[in-house]
C-alpha cells in the first residue's frame, strides 16, 4: 500500500527538520522546501504530494501566495497553514482561500497528527462520492435494456427507503476555567511548620481562577436509516476523541500548579465509541376482520444503546507536596472505566374515541434486559506499587429495570 505523501514548505530548519523526522515515523513520505519559490516548483513536478503543510511568513513568495497558486494548480489538494500567534489574520485569509486547517507554532505532536489525518481522511470521503458518482452515471448510461431499467427502477426504490449520512466535527475550547494556586507549599510541615516554604510567607494559598484550559473534540458520525411500510430502524455509530487539561468541574485543580502541560491528557467525557439503534414498528391495517382488526395501530418503538468506556483519574489518596492529589506515577485520566448498554421499549396503541377526541394508551420499559451498569469506580490506587484490593470497584449503579404506564389525551 502506498504512503501518503506531505510536501513541507518552512524557511526554519529546524522545524523542517523535527517536521521531516516526526512524520517519517508516522509512516509519510516526506519532502522538504525552504522557500515559497521552491513550494511552487515541486507542486509543479510530478507526481504531486497528497498534502502540505505551508508556513505562512516566508520571506520571497510567502504562504498566502504559494496557497494561491497551489489552488490554480491543484484546488482539490489539502494544505494546513502553519502560523505564529500573531498571524491571526493571515490564517483567516488562508482559510478563505481553501486551506483545509491551520496549526499555531509551537504544536504538540500528537495535534499535528491528528488534523493530517483529519484533512487526508477528508481528501479520500470526497474522492470516493466523485468516483460513486462517476460510476452511477456510467451505469445509467449503460444499462439501456429493458433488464438494466429494471434494476434502475429497483436501485430508485431502495434509495427512497434508505438514507445514509455521515459527518464530521472538529471543536476547540480555549480560556477554559480552571483553578490554580499561585502560592503553592515547597517544603514539608518538618523543614516550615510555619508556612510551608510557600513564596510568599505573608499568605497561605492564593487560588487564582483564570482561563488558562483548553480542550479538543474531534467526532465522526455514521448513521444508516431504512423505512418501510412495517418498520423503520435507525443505525447511529459516533467515533470521537476528546483531550483537555482540566476536569469538568470549575474548582479541578492540575498536579502541578506550575506545569499544566503535565494535565494535558484525555478528557473526563472522552467516550470513543458509541452505539445507538432505534427503531418504530408498526401494524398497518390489513382487514377489517379477525386478528387483524385487533393489533392494527400498535406502535414499538425500541431504543437500543451502547457505549465504551469513560476514562478516570489515578490518585495515591495521599497529596503533592503542592498539597494537590497524587497520581503514582502515571498520566491524568490513564484508568478505564465501565462500558454501558441498556435496552429501553415503548408500546403504545392509538383509540379514537370521538370525532375529537382519542386516547393513547402506552407502556414503556428502561433497562429491559435489567444490566447492571456500573459507574464511578474508585480511583485510589494506593500508596504501594500494587493497588488496594477495592481499585478499580464501582461506587454506584445507573438505574435498574422501570416500567411505567400512561395515557394521553388528545383533543
Request: glycine letters at 8%; aromatic letters at 8%; one cysteine or more.
Amino acid at each position: 500500500m502506498r504512503k501518503p505523501s506531505i510536501l513541507i514548505a518552512d524557511d526554519e530548519v529546524s522545524i523542517r527538520t523535527y517536521l521531516t523526522r516526526f512524520l517519517t515515523s508516522c509512516g509519510y513520505e516526506v519532502e522538504s522546501v525552504d522557500s515559497g519559490d521552491g513550494a511552487i516548483a515541486r507542486l509543479n513536478r510530478p507526481p504531486a504530494p497528497d498534502l502540505v503543510l505551508l508556513d505562512v511568513m516566508m520571506p520571497g513568495t510567502d504562504g498566502i501566495d504559494v496557497l494561491t497558486q497551489l489552488k490554480k494548480i491543484n484546488p482539490s489538494m489539502p494544505v494546513i497553514i502553519l502560523s505564529g500567534v500573531d498571524h491571526v489574520k493571515t490564517v483567516v485569509e488562508a482559510i478563505k482561500l481553501g486551506a483545509a486547517d491551520y496549526l499555531s507554532k509551537p504544536f504538540e505532536d500528537e495535534e499535528l497528527e491528528l488534523t493530517i489525518k483529519n484533512a487526508l481522511e477528508k481528501l479520500q470521503l470526497r474522492d470516493e462520492v466523485k468516483n460513486l458518482r462517476r460510476q452511477l452515471a456510467e451505469t445509467e448510461e449503460v444499462d439501456m435494456g429493458v433488464s438494466g431499467s429494471i434494476r434502475m427502477t429497483r436501485l430508485r426504490e431502495i434509495a427512497r427507503q434508505v438514507s445514509v449520512s455521515i459527518g464530521y466535527l472538529h471543536t476547540r475550547g480555549i480560556h477554559i476555567i480552571m483553578q490554580r494556586n499561585l502560592n503553592v507549599p515547597t517544603l514539608t510541615a518538618s523543614q516550615d511548620p510555619v508556612n510551608l516554604g510557600r513564596p510568599n510567607p505573608g499568605y497561605g494559598n492564593i487560588n487564582q481562577y483564570s482561563g488558562q484550559g483548553d480542550s479538543y473534540y474531534d467526532g465522526m458520525t455514521l448513521s444508516v436509516e431504512r423505512r418501510g411500510r412495517w418498520a423503520s430502524v435507525r443505525v447511529s455509530y459516533t467515533l470521537s476523541k476528546s483531550i483537555d487539561n482540566t476536569g469538568n468541574a470549575f474548582f479541578s485543580v492540575p498536579q502541578d500548579n506550575f506545569n499544566l502541560r503535565d494535565n494535558r491528557s484525555l478528557s473526563d467525557n472522552d467516550q470513543r465509541h458509541h452505539l445507538a439503534v432505534s427503531g418504530q414498528f408498526q401494524v398497518p391495517r390489513l382487514s377489517s376482520k379477525g386478528w387483524s382488526k385487533i393489533v392494527e395501530g400498535f406502535r414499538l418503538n425500541p431504543i437500543f444503546a451502547y457505549g465504551t468506556p469513560f476514562p478516570f483519574n489515578i490518585v495515591t489518596g495521599t497529596q503533592t507536596i503542592q498539597t494537590t492529589p497524587a497520581r503514582p506515577g502515571v498520566g491524568r485520566n490513564t484508568g478505564v472505566g465501565f462500558n454501558y448498554a441498556s435496552l429501553d421499549l415503548r408500546l403504545s396503541r392509538e383509540f379514537q374515541v370521538h370525532e375529537t377526541l382519542s386516547l393513547e394508551v402506552m407502556a414503556e420499559s428502561f433497562n429491559v434486559l435489567n444490566r447492571s451498569n456500573l459507574q464511578f469506580p474508585n480511583n485510589t490506587w494506593g500508596t504501594g506499587p500494587t493497588a488496594v484490593a477495592t481499585f478499580g470497584a464501582a461506587t454506584a449503579a445507573a438505574d435498574p429495570r422501570q416500567m411505567q404506564f400512561g395515557v394521553r389525551v388528545k383533543m
